[in-house]
């Protein structure tokens, strides 16, 4: 067992993203990877009071408590996507309590999970990464109320995350209708931003540009969630935007249109993607859902490692009824998400269900 020593002289750490095989969302075992692991794994019956399961491949658990209380658990973790070990703790949290707002629901509490290599970084490094989850967690309104802690060989921090939701507002990724339009909430971009910074080519505006983007809380979601034309959500994470479009369609039963001019860009992200700036993220997972994507003619490689960029803290993928976008858009916008658009819609089923880009 590793032992700490406070009086030896304070030691040389290495970056943080160099102790990382693969950064932030980027590093989640591709889909494709991840259904064949599932395929072999026994599913147990499945009570009454479980509302979301595994089966759509949704943001969290839901188990319904009453008839007007579900509790919504969910859980995220992953390796360092930035050096600060501040911005880092900030960035996990609110990528894990992300997962509640995209279900509708409000945070209550919180469990970190920390692996941390403890003969290579600092107490006062690691101290700083779990300060920068608790203070994402005071912004939320929740307390860390407990956790677990390892020592590993790479640098892991992330939430257990559960939360309250009446289950008549529940928002599950499954329903999209055909005629819905699609709004995005974020830019897209982070794993580009991220390819750059670990290559040493990432500039202090646009590193103020991804902490801003990536430490955004997803607060819109309950409120959208209490919007009768509100009928699916989900957040953008490490499958990119095609991947989970892909399962906000199949989880519906439906075609979705993706309008990829409409799309937000985070700044300055598709002139990296067209040198080459890129993770290796982004070609797992088009090689992993790509069969489902319809690309249109001369669709450039960079524009596809957009589409399949995994995005660390993403933004809520939001299908509504048309007569619901003034309302859905005022959301975002009180809440200060300006770069929310209207990026397609939701289509009838041509066979089976699958994105269009156009």
Request: with cysteine; net charge negative; charged share 15%.
């Amino acid at each position: 067992m590793s032992q700490f020593d406070p009086s030896a002289e304070p030691r040389a750490e290495p970056r943080l993203t160099s102790l990382s095989h693969g950064g932030g969302c980027g590093c989640k075992i591709a889909p494709g990877v991840l259904s064949g692991i599932l395929r072999g794994t026994k599913a147990l019956p499945v009570p009454e009071a479980l509302l979301v399961g595994i089966e759509t491949s949704d943001d969290a658990a839901v188990y319904r408590l009453s008839e007007s209380q579900a509790l919504v658990a969910t859980t995220d973790f992953f390796m360092p996507v930035v050096d600060d070990p501040h911005d880092f703790g900030r960035i996990a949290a609110t990528n894990a309590i992300s997962d509640i707002y995209a279900m509708g629901a409000t945070p209550i509490m919180a469990l970190a999970l920390v692996g941390m290599p403890i003969n290579v970084l600092s107490v006062e490094t690691i101290g700083l990464i779990l300060e920068g989850g608790a203070s994402a967690c005071r912004e939320a309104g929740i307390p860390i109320a407990g956790g677990h802690s390892i020592d590993s060989v790479e640098a892991i921090y992330g939430l257990v995350a559960l939360g309250l939701v009446d289950p008549r507002d529940l928002k599950k990724n499954s329903g999209a209708r055909p005629g819905d339009l699609l709004v995005l909430g974020k830019p897209l971009g982070v794993g580009i931003l991220s390819a750059a910074l670990k290559k040493g080519a990432l500039d202090d505006a646009g590193y103020a540009r991804m902490i801003a983007t990536t430490t955004r809380l997803n607060r819109p979601g309950p409120e959208l969630a209490r919007m009768a034309g509100v009928h699916a959500m989900t957040d953008v994470t490490g499958f990119g935007l095609g991947g989970h479009a892909l399962e906000m369609a199949r989880g519906s039963g439906c075609d979705l249109a993706l309008d990829w001019q409409a799309v937000p860009l985070l700044e300055g992200v598709a002139a990296m993607a067209a040198q080459g700036v890129v993770t290796g993220a982004s070609g797992r997972n088009w090689t992993s859902y790509g069969e489902g994507i319809a690309l249109p003619e001369g669709f450039s490689d960079p524009a596809r490692a957009l589409l399949t960029d995994p995005q660390t803290s993403g933004g809520l993928l939001v299908a509504c009824a048309p007569e619901a976008l003034e309302q859905v858009l005022a959301c975002f916008a009180q809440h200060g998400f300006a770069d929310a658009a209207v990026v397609g819609q939701v289509l009838a089923p041509s066979g089976a269900s699958r994105v269009i880009l156009r």
